[in-house]
């Protein structure tokens, strides 16, 4: 493989976990990891993280953690563009550690620097002798795999309830795409903010 000739491109990726808004809820961490297709290859970084546990400030309605992400893929194509998943956790009553909320987003498709607002959501039982049983015992519904988020299969007969949001900033760095044929476009012109230019042979 010669650099005029690649037979991959690179997404590099950093940023962080900048804060996220739970207005019923103090004393939170998250988790992350990064969910992707069969032709990509993380080649650096870390693909999954747990932050420390923060506070809201004194008058505050926001959770900040600013916790740093970087990791670099390798591909031949962008179908299974990476997701970031993140799953946030706190004590309940009882001093159990619970899901907070659930949440997953692309990493966006073009280079420069992003933030996105994710909205997040948890799992909820199918009946009330359940929804109170679970509290009684401090075990709330929730993913064993939260890699899940990111995927459609069994979604549309799982029940959740939205609450809370998170944000992230991101800063993208991409390598020979447009060389393989694909042209970074405005996020807002097109549905996947790729396209694809007929390759010289």
């Not at 097109?190 to 230019?197: F, I, P």
Request: glycine share 8%; net charge neutral.
């Amino acid at each position: 493989m010669t650099s005029d000739n690649p037979s991959v491109f690179l997404l590099m990726v950093n940023g962080q976990i900048e804060a996220a808004d739970f207005p019923e809820y103090d004393d939170l961490y998250c988790k992350y990891c990064f969910v992707y297709g069969h032709d990509w290859a993380p080649t650096s970084g870390l693909e999954e993280g747990i932050s420390q546990i923060t506070s809201k400030g004194r008058g505050s309605r926001s959770l900040v953690w600013n916790f740093p992400l970087d990791i670099s893929f390798k591909s031949t194509n962008p179908f299974g563009w990476p997701q970031i998943v993140v799953s946030v956790y706190g004590p309940d009553t009882f001093g159990n550690d619970v899901v907070r909320g659930y949440g997953a987003i692309h990493i966006p498709f073009t280079p420069g620097k992003h933030t996105k607002t994710i909205p997040m959501f948890v799992p909820e039982s199918t009946s009330r002798l359940q929804k109170f049983t679970s509290w009684l015992m401090g075990r709330r519904p929730e993913f064993t795999d939260p890699k899940v988020v990111a995927q459609g299969d069994g979604r549309e007969v799982t029940r959740v309830r939205s609450q809370g949001f998170v944000t992230i900033q991101f800063n993208i760095v991409t390598k020979d795409m447009k060389k393989l044929g694909y042209e970074t476009t405005s996020e807002h012109s097109t549905a996947t903010g790729l396209t694809k230019t007929s390759q010289k042979l």
